[in-house]
């Protein structure tokens, strides 16, 4: 609201300028044309008057220097004086008050041509990742609006240059307002009736105070604004702490139905996924002939900032490609012990053994191995290309993530890794973090000779779009993942269910759910591009065809489960169905390698096995697959989920 103030302040003071540039010019006017006739005279006046605001005063500066040697009074020279400045300061007038009338017509011109239906998008915060995403925007300006609420004062060219490319600026500080006057401070952003609410302010405390302006259910302030119905909140968050608040406070509306959706949005987290999704872990696998089980992670990861924190926590999730294969990571910093401990706050002892140097997930909480190794290094010195030469004697390295925030020193990193891996005749994905010098990033990606293995982890100016925000696609496979744990939950053993059984809207269930449980949801979709890669070669080791298998265990007449063409039915009971998911290999195979997943998943954000607790993190499925099968067979079918994905996209 200070800018707002400041803007008006502006505005009375180009006005005020002008009627003093006006006033000033009168009075020169009066006392140069003063042996004029009287109607003459006051003609004259007024015609300089007017003229001094057209860049053309018919008294110019040289007629007043002139008038002034004539007539050498005080007065002629104090009001001669003040009129060489007025005949600047006039024009200046005119000017700012043309400028406003465009930037008025402009926005007319635009909403004017906007369809009646028009989509609105509103955007809190007006910062450099604000800037890339409507940068990066691909949508028509005719069908979306979209409008920016900022306290940052933005200059006038920019400004203009936003609403020639259809974007609305509205200045306000919201959260300085009484809640009684929110519904009038941004009835011009049509927030009431927006598909989207994106909260990209830098400060994610200033984000979380945004985002309980807006109503989270029937029980809320009726004062607070209510967003339509469908409306979705992006709301960025990249701190640890406030993110818990966060979601403590929409999980207080779960079981109810949520006024709208919210997503929690973390820029490092969709950095690292891109690469992953780009460059995956398995990359030097792919097409060979080793079997599922021996494709080791064994991930370097330099530089253990949000960066590299993120590609590790990411690597426990998507470096599962088995229920045995062995997932090893090798962390690196020059202050690993600060950055570690704040890591580890968010791993649960129950679940992990920790060390001084290395954490290991206990085996009792899933199958496999998954092990960190924390090294205290300065990646400039030799101590660290030794120390990875004794791991590359005893496990070659697959996969090479370097994080650093110095230029420097990640380039001459990527240099002298690319060399070590060469002289060990290892061709691996190397991934170097290079977001401060577009120039440098440029000429790396496009010189394939002195970093040929190099690729570059892609900036925020890259990653951040608006279609990535408000149309992610990892969301909708998300909540078809959830709306088929639904189906099955409907359509269980000793029941009979309806051949057409239609569950609810997918939207619906989406928003009665807690974070975390979305979270698990956009986990399981984020590992479908490895399983993109991993099925058909597991139903290949199985000595089967995908299709086949998918139609023989969950077709209309599958083994496992009978697709309705709505739902899946269990065939059998429960002990029935758990027998012969057993005695297929390739659907116990896939069952227990997406159980590993999920323990892998929930180990990384600091579940650990006990009675189900969601408010003290505790799952009684976090076990091993065969502990599993025993202690929570009902649980098993949940499993096959990627299967029903992809047999309901297939038909």
């Known amino acids: 609201m200070n800018d707002k103030k400041n803007r008006t302040n502006t505005t009375l003071l180009i006005f005020l300028l002008a009627v003093l540039s006006f006033l000033i010019a009168t009075a020169e006017g009066i006392v140069y044309y003063r042996e004029y ?17 057209g860049f053309k005063a018919s008294v110019t500066i040289k007629d007043t220097v002139a008038f002034m040697e004539q007539n050498p009074s005080a007065l002629t020279r104090c009001v001669g004086y003040a009129y060489c400045i007025a005949v600047f300061t006039a024009p200046y007038c005119t000017l700012s008050f043309v400028y406003k009338i465009l930037e008025k017509l402009l926005r007319f011109i635009i909403f004017f041509r906007r369809s009646k239906n028009c989509r609105h998008i509103v955007v809190f915060g007006y910062n450099s990742d604000v800037k890339a995403m409507l940068n990066n925007n691909q949508s028509n300006p005719k069908t979306t609006c979209i409008h920016i609420v900022t306290t940052e004062l933005i200059d006038s060219e920019e400004v203009y240059q936003l609403n020639r490319a259809g974007y609305i600026v509205h200045y306000t500080d919201i959260l300085k307002a009484a809640e009684s006057e929110l519904h009038t401070l941004l009835a011009k952003t049509r927030i009431e009736t927006a598909s989207n609410i994106i909260l990209f302010e830098n400060s994610s405390i200033r984000n979380f105070s945004l985002l309980q302006l807006f109503r989270l259910n029937d029980k809320d302030s009726a004062e607070r604004i209510r967003l339509a119905q469908g409306a979705k909140v992006s709301c960025r968050c990249e701190e640890e702490g406030i993110g818990r608040l966060i979601a403590e406070y929409y999980n207080s509306a779960a079981e109810t139905d949520a006024f709208y959706d919210l997503e929690l949005v973390g820029l490092p987290e969709l950095q690292i996924h891109k690469m992953y999704s780009d460059h995956p872990l398995h990359t030097v696998y792919k097409d060979t002939e080793i079997p599922l089980k021996d494709w080791t992670v064994h991930l370097l990861v330099a530089g253990f900032g949000q960066l590299g924190q ?115 005749g290892l061709k691996l994905p190397i991934l170097m973090r290079m977001d401060t010098d577009r120039r440098l990033a440029a000429y790396i990606s496009a010189d394939k000779r002195s970093l040929a293995d190099v690729d570059l982890i892609d900036d925020r100016s890259i990653v951040i779009t608006l279609d990535m925000i408000i149309n992610r696609e990892i969301d909708r496979i998300a909540k078809d993942y959830n709306h088929f744990y639904n189906n099955i ?33 956009k986990a399981a979709a984020y590992h479908d591009e490895v399983k993109n890669d991993i099925i058909a070669k597991l139903a290949a080791e199985n000595g089967a065809a995908l299709d086949q298998k998918l139609e023989e265990l969950i077709g209309t007449d599958g083994t496992l489960m009978r697709y309705t063409g709505y739902a899946w039915q269990m065939n059998g009971t429960e002990k029935e169905v758990l027998k012969k998911l057993r005695e297929d290999s390739f659907a116990y195979g896939l069952a227990s390698l997406e159980h590993r997943r999920w323990c892998c998943y929930m180990a990384s954000i600091g579940w650990r096995f006990g009675e189900r607790c969601d408010k003290f993190r505790q799952n009684p499925c976090l076990v091993p697959q065969q502990k599993l099968m025993e202690t929570q067979p009902e649980m098993c079918k949940y499993d096959l989920m990627s299967l029903m994905a992809r047999y309901k996209a297939k038909n």
């Not at 006739?37 to 605001?53: G, H, M, R």
Request: with cysteine; glycine share 2%.
């Open 37 to 53: 006739d009287s109607f003459f005279k006051y003609l004259l006046v007024l015609q300089n008057s007017i003229n001094a605001f």
């Open 310 to 424: 993120q590609a590790v926590l990411q690597a426990m999730n998507l470096g599962v490609v088995s229920d045995s294969n062995r997932i090893i990571i090798d962390v690196f910093d020059s202050d690993i012990n600060a950055k570690k401990a704040v890591f580890l706050n968010q791993l649960s002892r129950d679940t992990f053994d920790i060390t001084d140097s290395c954490v290991t997930l206990k085996s009792d909480a899933a199958d496999g191995l998954l092990e960190i190794n924390f090294f205290e290094a300065n990646i400039s010195h030799l101590s660290f290309y030794d120390t990875v030469r004794s791991k590359l004697d005893k496990e070659p390295y697959t996969y090479t993530v370097i994080a650093l925030e110095n230029i420097d020193l990640s380039v001459h990193c990527a240099i002298q890794l690319e060399e070590l891996f060469d002289e060990r």
């Open 489 to 521: 939950k409907l359509i269980t053993a000793g029941e009979t269910g309806i051949a057409e059984n239609a569950a609810e809207d997918p939207e619906t269930e989406w928003n009665r759910l807690r974070l975390f449980r979305r979270s698990s949801s």
